[in-house]
C-alpha cells in the first residue's frame, strides 16, 4: 500500500492551501482549535504517547469524524479537548476560549456524550435524566423554551412513550438515546460524542446517525464524533480526521480523501474464455490479474495508470471472440481510505484470510467482492468510463 | 455563578435525591429500620447485660449513636457519591458541569448534610421513643453544633473520595473507618487538649453537653466554640484540598472516568 504518504500529503497541501478553510490559520467561524497537542502516559520504558503533537481547527457547524484504530488516541484527544485529560502540551480553544484557563466558561459552549448509555442516571426516568442535566447546565426545566426543548428532543429521538420510564428499564439503544437527549438537553454549541452508536444494533445505530445528520443539519451545531464505525463515520460526518499512533495522519472532506485513493480499477466480464496470448497481452500492457472463471464468464481486474487506458483495453476485449459482459469501476470507500491511512494491510496479510478486524484489507478487494465497496456496473462502455458508471451503492443497506 | 444557577443546582441535587428515596422506598424504609434496629439491639441487649446500670450511660449512647448516623450518612454521602459516579459512568458529566466541580460538590455536600442532619433527628425521635428518654433538643444549639462537627467528617470523605479516583475500589477501607469514627465520637478530649483536634471529638463531646445537660450554643466558652469551628473549617478545606490535588493527579492519569 503506497496511498499512506499520499493522502497525507494530499491532505496537508489541501490545508495549506486553505481548501475547505480547515486547517491553517483558521476563520471567524472557527470554533474549536487544537494546537500541539500531546499526551503521554505511564513513564520510562511503559510510557505510551498517547496523542502526538495533534493540530486542526472546526469550523462552526461542521461535523467532523475522529476515525481511527483501537488506541489510536481519539478519546484521549476528545478529553484532553474537553479538559477531562491533562495534556502534556499545547492547548485547545473553543469558542475562543482556552480550555485550561476557563474550563467552566468552555462547559457552557460544550456537551459531551462520553461514555453511551453510561452517562446517565439508570434509577431516574428519561425526563427526570433530561430535568437533571438542564439544571447541571443552567437552564430551568420549568421554562417554556426549555420544556420545549426537552419534547422536541423526546419526539425527534422517538422516547415520547418511554418518557417516564426508567432508564435501567430500556433497551441499550433507547439507554443510548436518552443519553444523546441528556447531552443535548441544554443549548450548546459544540457537542462531542465519543463511539455514539458503539454496542447498538443496526436500526438503532442507523436512527441515532439520522438524528444526528439533522441535528447537525437543523440546529447548526458543532459535533465532533469519534468512532472506528466507518459507516458512522461516512453517514454522517462532513470531514474527516484519521489518527494513527496518536497522530492525525489525514483531515480532509470525506469525498477529498476518498479521490485521494479512487484508481482507475475495472472488473471486466466475459462471455467465455479469453486466448491465452491475449490474456498475457491484457496482463502485460494493463496489468490485468484476479483471474476468475464462473460459469462460462471469464473475469479479471486491471488498475489504469491513465484514462485512454481504458479504451485501449476494451479494444483488446473487443478484438476476441468473447462477448464483454459487465464492466464495473472499483471505487475505495471510506474503509479503504482508513485502512490505507492506518498501514493495516501488513497486519491483515498475517491474519490469513485476508480479513482484519475492520473488514477486508484494500488489495484483497480486487480479488473479491467487498462487503463495503462501492460498485458500478455498466452494460455498455462510452466516452467517458467514469461518467457512464452509475453507481450502486451498498451503503445504503449497511 | 449566579443565584439562579446555585438554585438550580440545589434543586437539581435535591430533586435526584427526594425522587430516589420514594421511588426505592423500601430502601429508604429499610435504611431507618437498620439502624434503628442497631441501637435496639445496642439498648436492649445491653438491658439485659448490664440490666439498670446502662441507664447512667443511656443518655450519651443515645447522644453518640444519633451524631454517628448523621456522621456516618454524610461520610459516606461524600465518599462514596463520588465513587458511585465515576462506577455508574456520570462523573465526568459532573466534572463538565458549567458550575464547576467545586460548586457542585459543596452543593451537593450541603444538601447531604441537611439530609443526613433530618434523618439522624428521625432516628433520634424513635430512640428516644423506645428508650423513654428525654434530652434537651433546643435546634439553636444541636443544628449548629452537628452541621460544624459533620464538616470535619466531610473532609474525611473528601480525602477518600479523591483516592478512591486514583486508587479506585477502596470500599474496604471506608468501613474500616466506620469504626473510627465510632472510637472519635467515644473520645473524651476533656483535660487532653490535643484530642480536640480530632476529627468528630471536640463536637461530640459539646452536643453531649447540650442535650445532656441543657447547655446553650452560647453558653459554651468562646474558645471551645472557636476550636470546633477551626476544626471543622481545617478538616473540610484540607479534604477539600487534597480532593482536588488528586482529581487533579487523575486527571494527569487520565483516569478520573475509570472505574
Not at chain 1, 473475469?299 to 484514462?307: K, N, P, V
Not at chain 2, 447485660?49 to 448516623?69: H, P, R
Not at chain 2, 448523621?70 to 459532573?94: D, F, M, P
Not at chain 2, 464547576?100 to 460538590?105: A, K, N, S
Request: proline share 3%; aromatic share 8%.
Amino acid at each position: 500500500m503506497t496511498g499512506s504518504t499520499s493522502a497525507t500529503e494530499h491532505s496537508k497541501s489541501a490545508s495549506d492551501r486553505g481548501e475547505g478553510g480547515r486547517s491553517g490559520e483558521g476563520t471567524d467561524e472557527t470554533v474549536v482549535s487544537v494546537r500541539g497537542l500531546t499526551k503521554t502516559y505511564g513513564s520510562g520504558d511503559d510510557h505510551v504517547l498517547a496523542v502526538d503533537g495533534v493540530d486542526f481547527e472546526i469550523d462552526r457547524g461542521t461535523v467532523v469524524g475522529l476515525l481511527g484504530p483501537n488506541g489510536a488516541g481519539k478519546t484521549t484527544a476528545i478529553k484532553a479537548m474537553l479538559g477531562l485529560v491533562v495534556p502534556d502540551e499545547g492547548s485547545v480553544t473553543i469558542e475562543g476560549i482556552e480550555t485550561t484557563d476557563a474550563p467552566r466558561a468552555v462547559y457552557r459552549r460544550v456537551a459531551a456524550m462520553l461514555e453511551g448509555a453510561r452517562n446517565v442516571y439508570w434509577r431516574l426516568t428519561v425526563r427526570e435524566n433530561l430535568r437533571f442535566f438542564a439544571r447541571l447546565g443552567g437552564h430551568d426545566p420549568a421554562e417554556t423554551d426549555v420544556r420545549e426543548r426537552h419534547d422536541r428532543l423526546l419526539e425527534d429521538l422517538d422516547l415520547v412513550e418511554k418518557a417516564d420510564v426508567p432508564v435501567n428499564k430500556l433497551s441499550r439503544g433507547m439507554k443510548q438515546k436518552t443519553s444523546l437527549a441528556c447531552t443535548l438537553a441544554r443549548e450548546t454549541s459544540v457537542v462531542f460524542l465519543d463511539e455514539p452508536t458503539l454496542g447498538l444494533d443496526v436500526e438503532s445505530s442507523l436512527d441515532l446517525r439520522a438524528e444526528l445528520r439533522r441535528l447537525a443539519e437543523r440546529e447548526s451545531i458543532t459535533i465532533v464524533l469519534s468512532s472506528h464505525d466507518m459507516d458512522v463515520v461516512e453517514d454522517v460526518c462532513d470531514r474527516v480526521i484519521v489518527m494513527n499512533d496518536g497522530q492525525v495522519v489525514a483531515d480532509d472532506s470525506l469525498e477529498e480523501l476518498v479521490d485521494v485513493f479512487r484508481t482507475q480499477t475495472y472488473r471486466v466480464t466475459v462471455d467465455g474464455t479469453l486466448a491465452p496470448e491475449r490474456r498475457e497481452r491484457l496482463e502485460s500492457e494493463f496489468g490485468a490479474d484476479g483471474w476468475t472463471t464462473v460459469g462460462d464468464h471469464q473475469r479479471f481486474d486491471a488498475t489504469l495508470r491513465r484514462g485512454e487506458d481504458f479504451y485501449a483495453m476494451m479494444d483488446v476485449v473487443r478484438e476476441s471472440p468473447c462477448p464483454l459482459v459487465t464492466v464495473t469501476a472499483l471505487e475505495p470507500d471510506l474503509e479503504d481510505v482508513f485502512l490505507a491511512l492506518t498501514d493495516r494491510e501488513s497486519e491483515t496479510s498475517t491474519a490469513g484470510n485476508g480479513e482484519t478486524e475492520m473488514g477486508v484489507k484494500m488489495e484483497s478487494e480486487s480479488e473479491s467482492e467487498s462487503e463495503s465497496a462501492f460498485t458500478s456496473d455498466t452494460e455498455s462502455v462510452g466516452d467517458d468510463p467514469q461518467a457512464h458508471t452509475p453507481t450502486q451503492t451498498e451503503a445504503a443497506d449497511r | 455563578m449566579t443565584a439562579t444557577e446555585l438554585s438550580l443546582l440545589t434543586r437539581a441535587v435535591l430533586e435526584k435525591k427526594v425522587i430516589l428515596w420514594r421511588r426505592y422506598w423500601i430502601n429508604t424504609a429499610f435504611g431507618f429500620l437498620g439502624a434503628y434496629l442497631f441501637f435496639a439491639m445496642i439498648f436492649f441487649g445491653g438491658q439485659a447485660v448490664a440490666g439498670a446500670a446502662i441507664t447512667d450511660t443511656l443518655d450519651g449512647i443515645i447522644v453518640g449513636f444519633f451524631l454517628f448516623s448523621v456522621a456516618i450518612s454524610a461520610y459516606h454521602s461524600t465518599s462514596g457519591q463520588v465513587t458511585r459516579e465515576a462506577q455508574w459512568g456520570t462523573l465526568e458529566q459532573l466534572y463538565m458541569s458549567p458550575s464547576g466541580m467545586g460548586t457542585l460538590m459543596a452543593v451537593k455536600t450541603a444538601v447531604n448534610i441537611c439530609t443526613s442532619i433530618a434523618g439522624g433527628l428521625v432516628l433520634l425521635a424513635m430512640m428516644l421513643v423506645t428508650t423513654d428518654q428525654t434530652l434537651s433538643i433546643d435546634a439553636v444549639t444541636v443544628v449548629p453544633l452537628v452541621v460544624v462537627t459533620t464538616l470535619s467528617v466531610v473532609g474525611l470523605g473528601f480525602v477518600f473520595a479523591g483516592f478512591a479516583l486514583l486508587y479506585k475500589r477502596i470500599e474496604n477501607v471506608f468501613q474500616l473507618l466506620q469504626f473510627g469514627l465510632i472510637a472519635l465520637i467515644a473520645t473524651p478530649v476533656d483535660g487532653r487538649e490535643w484530642l480536640k483536634a480530632l476529627p468528630l471529638s471536640q463536637g461530640s463531646s459539646m452536643l453531649q453537653e447540650a442535650m445532656t445537660e441543657g447547655v446553650r450554643l452560647w453558653e459554651f466558652p468562646a474558645v471551645e466554640l472557636g476550636i470546633l469551628v477551626a476544626n471543622g473549617l481545617c478538616y473540610l478545606a484540607v479534604g477539600y484540598l487534597t480532593f482536588h490535588l488528586l482529581l487533579r493527579r487523575a486527571r494527569k492519569l487520565g483516569v478520573m472516568g475509570h472505574y
